[in-house]
T-cell receptor
Framework: EPEVTQTPSHQVTQMGQEVILRCVPISNHLYFYWYRQILGQKVEFLVS????????KSEIFDDQFSVERPDGSNFTLKIRSTKLEDSAMYFCASIDSPLSRGNEQFFGPGTRLTVL | GNSVTQMEGPVTLSEEAFLTINCTYT??????LFWYVQYPGEGLQLLLK?????DKGSNKGFEATYRKETTSFHLEKGSVQVSDSAVYFCALSDQGSGLTFGKGTLLTVNP
C-alpha cells in the first residue's frame, strides 16, 4: 500500500540554524500539508500546498517557515532560524483530491525536531 | 472558525470494558469528521470517518456517528483490548482544508 514517507526521523539542531524537513507524498496525490505536534499537545495545522503554491496557512506559519516542492516527488518544510519553541513532531500529509473519500489525509510517520 | 472539543483524558479501562470518548465540534461549513489514532512512538493513522449527517464510521470494532443536531462525533467500542492503548484524536476538515484536531485522549487498557 502506498504511504507517505518523511526524512529524517529525528533532527537535532542548534537554535538559530536552518532546518529542512523532507516528505515524499503518495505519488498520485496533489494536495500536501504540514502539521506539528508539540510534545503532549494537540496536532496543529501549519500549511497546505497545491499546484506549487500555498493554498492555506495558519497563524503559526510565519515568515520563518517556507514550503517547496522542488521536484516531482519531494515536499519540504524549511525553518529559517529555529527557536526553542519549534521543537516538535512535524507531520506531512497528502491527499489526492479534497473532494474524494471524505477528505481523508494520509500522514507520514513524522520528523521529531529538537532545537537546543 | 472551526474547533473540536474532546473529552479530557487520560482514560484507563480494563480489557473488555466499554469505551466512549466524547467529541463535539463547531464549524462554519459542513465538515467531514474523523477519528485518528496514534500508537506509542508512531504517527497518525486514520481510524474512521464520516462525511455527512447520520453517517456511521466504523473500523476495528470502533464506531462513531455524525450527529449534526448535537454537533457530535463520539467514539465507541464495545470491548476494548490492551492493543487499543493509544492516543485518540477527533478531527474535522472542510472541503480539503487543513484538519482541525482536538487535544487528544490517552487511552490505557489494562489486562
Amino acid at each position: 500500500e502506498p504511504e507517505v514517507t518523511q526524512t529524517p526521523s529525528h533532527q537535532v539542531t542548534q537554535m538559530g540554524q536552518e532546518v529542512i524537513l523532507r516528505c515524499v507524498p503518495i505519488s498520485n496525490h496533489l494536495y500536501f500539508y504540514w502539521y506539528r505536534q508539540i510534545l503532549g499537545q494537540k496536532v496543529e495545522f501549519l500549511v497546505s500546498f497545491y499546484n506549487n503554491e500555498i493554498s492555506e496557512k495558519s497563524e503559526i506559519f510565519d515568515d520563518q517557515f517556507s514550503v517547496e516542492r522542488p521536484d516531482g516527488s519531494n515536499f519540504t518544510l524549511k525553518i529559517r532560524s529555529t527557536k526553542l519553541e519549534d521543537s516538535a513532531m512535524y507531520f506531512c500529509a497528502s491527499i489526492d483530491s479534497p473532494l474524494s473519500r471524505g477528505n481523508e489525509q494520509f500522514f507520514g510517520p513524522g520528523t521529531r525536531l529538537t532545537v537546543l | 472558525g472551526n474547533s473540536v472539543t474532546q473529552m479530557e483524558g487520560p482514560v484507563t479501562l480494563s480489557e473488555e470494558a466499554f469505551l466512549t470518548i466524547n467529541c463535539t465540534y463547531t464549524a462554519t461549513g459542513y465538515p467531514s469528521l474523523f477519528w485518528y489514532v496514534q500508537y506509542p512512538g508512531e504517527g497518525l493513522q486514520l481510524l474512521l470517518k464520516a462525511t455527512k449527517a447520520d453517517d456511521k464510521g466504523s473500523n476495528k470494532g470502533f464506531e462513531a456517528t455524525y450527529r449534526k443536531e448535537t454537533t457530535s462525533f463520539h467514539l465507541e467500542k464495545g470491548s476494548v483490548q490492551v492493543s487499543d492503548s493509544a492516543v485518540y484524536f477527533c478531527a474535522l476538515s472542510d472541503q480539503g482544508s487543513g484538519l482541525t484536531f482536538g487535544k487528544g485522549t490517552l487511552l490505557t487498557v489494562n489486562p
